[in-house]
């Protein structure tokens, strides 16, 4: 092997090495799973033409590498730079650089230089190397996969300390889970409860296995008597494995839906992930108007107390009713009170007043102490611009099942002179039905805006046909930077903004 080839293998590890940058972010923010390098790279092939022509072009650039030395290095250089789109520099937020991050960022740089090596004393010049840039995000799945169960052996001490910290008291441990409405339900019931007790709640979205013991090993007390627990879920066996070590003894289910479709597979494998919450609670709070949440409930009521809360129906064991900013609380057909607050949080205060009779606690009493409710952050929250016009922030609760009141916010906002925006992504993680339920989106968006901003390329298609079915105005932008700047060059003081979810710089 000659000088230029071993000076041309080192650049090539080099570049590989490099193009870890890319992909720390997508491993981080898809909570270091292994695989989802691979599929967001082919994500971002698929979604232009330019990326799958530049794909085209290196693999024939492959073929005439065997013929000059230097033309690795070509390839390299594009690896950099591409996909198209998939910057290196974070838009959104930034990378954490965890020790986690670090680990296996080093993992994949020993798997580069191995490879190189190899392709170095096997004979194989440069070739081998030149696959592993071409593959790298191959690669860093690789170590994602080997570095897993170390990762989770290493945090086995933290999750001890949280567990004997949060059940070194005997406080009542209620947990929440659910395809949507997780995050509000749990601020809905902390609100209420906080009027006479003090309440321990994880934080913001804080809902994964090491995300709740960051929450309780920093934030838990010893005068806290109550703890509010969320808990979320990518496959099956992970809400159990928390819940062996928070012990719920009141189980919240908020519903089942076609959020994280696209990890889960099907709605049966969603209901089965989300009821491992139920196998160690004495109580178990559901969602009385989500057909399969009754129907898997009949299994558990000879084992558990069951409390079924609805929104539409006085025969469930709570139901409320919501008119004119107003929830009237009915149990066992009982009026018990009202609160105020927005038809958002309607499920959520049924919920929690579901959570109170498995506490057994006064429910009229805390009612009588609580004037309103209000929204979680990013919630569909109401704002008033600097330029002067309304914001609908729905950024961060966008399901098929919280679109309904987003858009009946939208249509009840402003006047007659009102021009009624739509900024949007679409949604996404909803596997296979991805597309039929962002064109149903748009289907129903078109009967309220005026105009929509389709943010991105990931659900471009199925929005775009949606719009132009009911002859709606609508402009693309790669992302909402861009959106947000066009939308401020038009925007007057009396229109209406809705801002339906907002993805990561990591999503085409």
Known sequence: MNLISIATLVIITIGTCFNAIRWQRIAQREHYIPGYITKFYFRWVRSRGLNRFILFITLVLCIISLFFAYIPIIISVINIYTPVGLSLKSRTSKVDKTERLNRVTYCYYFLVVLVSIFSYTLGYGYFLALAANMFSYFIFDQALRLMFNYEKNKSRPFINDASKKLNSNAIPVIGITGSYSKTTTKNVLAK???ESNNVFVTPESYNNRLGIAKSINEG???DHELAIIEMGTYSNGEIREICSWVRPHVSVITGIAPVHLERMKSLENILDAKSEIVELAGSVVINGDDEMLLNEARLWTNQKNVYDCSITSREATVCVEYQNGKHDIYVANNLLGSVNGPKLLQLS?????GVMLALDLDVRKYLNKLDSL????????ILKSDLGHTIIDNSF?????????SLETLQELGSEESVRYLVTPGMVELGSDQYAINYAFALEASQVVDKALIVGKTNKNSLKAGFQENDVDYEIFQNRDEAVNYLNSVV????IVLYENDL???YP
């Open 192 to 194: 209420i409860l906080d």
């Open 220 to 222: 838990f007390n010893d």
């Open 349 to 353: 205060i049924s919920l929690s007043i």
């Open 374 to 381: 209000d929204k979680s952050k990013h919630r569909q929250n």
């Open 397 to 405: 609760n966008s399901n098929p099942m919280g679109i309904e009141y």
């Open 492 to 495: 007057k003081s009396e229109d």
């Open 504 to 506: 990561p710089d990591h």
